[in-house]
Structure formats: structure tokens, C-alpha cells
């Protein structure tokens, strides 16, 4: 069964650091996003990704946050200078098109990012 | 008041039992509705999507009332399997390509032999 993958697991950074999660969509899917959620809090919505460009953004998704699809499979969240508050779970989600109500999104096994 | 609320739980059931979980939203122009299924420390899954007729899918049965704004999943005969946190899911556009979706804190379900 085809699935989001997400790289790496777990990463521990001090805090002021730039990092980099990855995910590697659905092949033929078309919509990307990032959500992300706190420890023991809600998922909440960062950006989606469509033809190329930002389609939508939360106010968490301030200029520390940047996303890229640098090739045709990978999709990447980057935090230039990360804070205590960054520590979350980062999940990367795709769907494969419009269709309408019924619309599943897919989610990756998230990347867990301490900020010490 | 907060945009999609669900009690928190924990609901501690027997196996065999019906448990029944409530959501509510805030925004009156949303568009659809899910129910997702988060196991500890593991992503959302899809558990269905909920319609205005109401829907069933084995022993699971959603409803939705727009007047109320209201969402419920009722889950019959409960496994052990179904132990995990259910979040009630609402997307304020029509198709998840426009918009984000936006997640409840969830309830959390634990069920007992």
C-alpha cells in the first residue's frame, strides 16, 4: 500500500538551529501539507503545497518556516532558527486530488523534533 | 469558543460495549467532516467521513447535524482494538485542497477485557 514516508524519526537540536524534515508523498498525489502537533495538544494545520507553490498557511507558519519541493518526491519543511515552542510532532500529509467531501488526506508516520 | 470541541475523555468501556462521541464546531460554513482514528504517538488515519444523511460503516455509524452543529460517532460492540484517541475533524472549505483541515483535541478511548 503506497504511503507517506517521512525522514528523520527523531531529531534533537539546540535551539537557534536550522533543520529540515522530510517526506516523500504519495507518487501521483497532488496536494501536500505539514501539520504538526504539541505533546499532548491538538494537530494543527501549518501549510499546503499545490502546483508548485504555498496555497495556504497558518499564523503558526511565520518566516522561520519555509517549504520546498526540490524534485519530484521530496517534500520538506525547514525552521531556520528553532525555538523551545518548535518541539512538536511534524506530520506530512498528501492527497492525490479534488475530490471534493470525500477528500482523505494521507498521513506520514510524523518527525519528532525535540529543541533543547 | 474554541473551533471544534470534543470531550476529552478518557471513556473507559468494557468490550462489547456502545460508547458515543460528540463533537461540535464553531463555524458554521464548514464544509465536511471527518473522524479520525490516532493511536499513541502514531499519525492521524482516516476513519470515515461523515454525511448529512448520517453514515455506517460496519460498527461504526456517524452522524451530522448542521442546525446543531454537531457531530457523533457511535461505535457497537467495541474491540480492544479500537483503544485510541478519536478526533472529530471539520474543513471550513469545500475539499481538502483549499483549505486546512482543522482537528479537535480528540477523545480518548480505552477498551477493557
Known amino acids: 500500500e503506497p504511503e507517506v514516508t517521512q525522514t528523520p524519526s527523531h531529531q534533537v537540536t539546540q535551539m537557534g538551529q536550522e533543520v529540515i524534515l522530510h517526506c516523500v508523498p504519495i507518487?501521483?498525489?497532488?496536494?501536500f501539507y505539514w501539520y504538526r502537533q504539541i505533546l499532548g495538544q491538538k494537530v494543527e494545520f501549518l501549510v499546503s503545497?499545490?502546483?508548485?507553490?504555498?496555497?495556504?498557511k497558518s499564523e503558526i507558519f511565520d518566516d522561520q518556516f519555509s517549504v520546498e519541493r526540490p524534485d519530484g518526491s521530496n517534500f520538506t519543511l525547514k525552521i531556520r532558527s528553532t525555538k523551545l515552542e518548535d518541539s512538536a510532532m511534524y506530520f506530512c500529509?498528501?492527497?492525490?486530488?479534488?475530490?471534493?467531501?470525500?477528500?482523505?488526506?494521507?498521513f506520514g508516520e510524523g518527525s519528532r523534533l525535540t529543541v533543547l | 469558543r474554541k473551533e471544534v470541541e470534543q470531550d476529552p475523555g478518557p471513556f473507559n468501556v468494557p468490550e462489547g460495549a456502545t460508547v458515543a462521541f460528540n463533537c461540535t464546531y464553531s463555524?458554521?460554513?464548514?464544509?465536511?467532516f471527518f473522524w479520525y482514528r490516532q493511536d499513541c504517538r502514531k499519525e492521524p488515519k482516516l476513519l470515515m467521513s461523515v454525511y448529512s444523511s448520517g453514515n455506517e460503516d460496519g460498527r461504526f455509524t456517524a452522524q451530522l447535524n448542521r442546525a446543531s452543529q454537531y457531530i457523533s460517532l457511535l461505535i457497537r460492540d467495541s474491540k480492544l482494538s479500537d483503544s485510541a484517541t478519536y478526533l472529530c475533524?471539520?474543513?471550513?472549505?469545500?475539499?481538502?485542497?483549499?483549505?486546512?483541515?482543522?482537528f479537535g483535541k480528540g477523545t480518548k478511548l480505552s477498551v477493557k477485557p
Open positions: 500529509a498528501s492527497m492525490g486530488d479534488f475530490t471534493g467531501e470525500t477528500g482523505e488526506l494521507f
Open positions: 475533524v471539520v474543513n471550513p472549505r469545500y475539499g481538502g485542497s483549499q483549505g486546512n483541515l482543522i
Open positions: 507518487s501521483n498525489h497532488l496536494y
Open positions: 503545497f499545490y502546483n508548485n507553490e504555498i496555497s495556504e
Open positions: 463555524n458554521s460554513a464548514s464544509q465536511s
